[in-house]
């Protein structure tokens, strides 16, 4: 995965709700740290979520993207 962001934080899905447009996911860091992200829906389900995995909190401005491998 490249990216141009600068900010990436691995981390562990701890949880995620879905809603009927959007879904909270929250990572958590190393250290314990958590990082909650809101995305679409559609979104989680095309990057095949799931609490325990590994993903990416990636920050750029103000925003969280969810990335995974």
Same mark, same amino acid.
């Given at each position: 995965?490249?990216?141009?962001?600068?900010?990436?934080?691995?981390?562990?899905?701890?949880?995620?709700?879905?809603?009927? =447009?959007?879904?909270? !996911?929250?990572?958590? @860091?190393?250290?314990?740290?958590l990082?909650?992200? =809101? !995305?679409?829906?559609?979104?989680?389900?095309? @990057?095949? @979520?799931? =609490?325990?995995?590994?993903?990416?909190a !990636?920050?750029?401005?103000?925003?969280? !993207? /969810?990335? /995974?491998?």
């Open positions: 995965m490249k990216i141009s962001a600068k900010n990436t934080l691995k981390g562990t899905i701890k949880s995620i709700t879905m809603g009927p =447009v959007s879904a909270e !996911i929250d990572i958590e @860091l190393p250290g314990g740290t990082i909650t992200s =809101v !995305i679409t829906h559609s979104s989680a389900e095309s @990057l095949g @979520l799931k =609490v325990g995995s590994p993903a990416y !990636i920050i750029k401005a103000s925003n969280v !993207i /969810v990335g /995974v491998d």
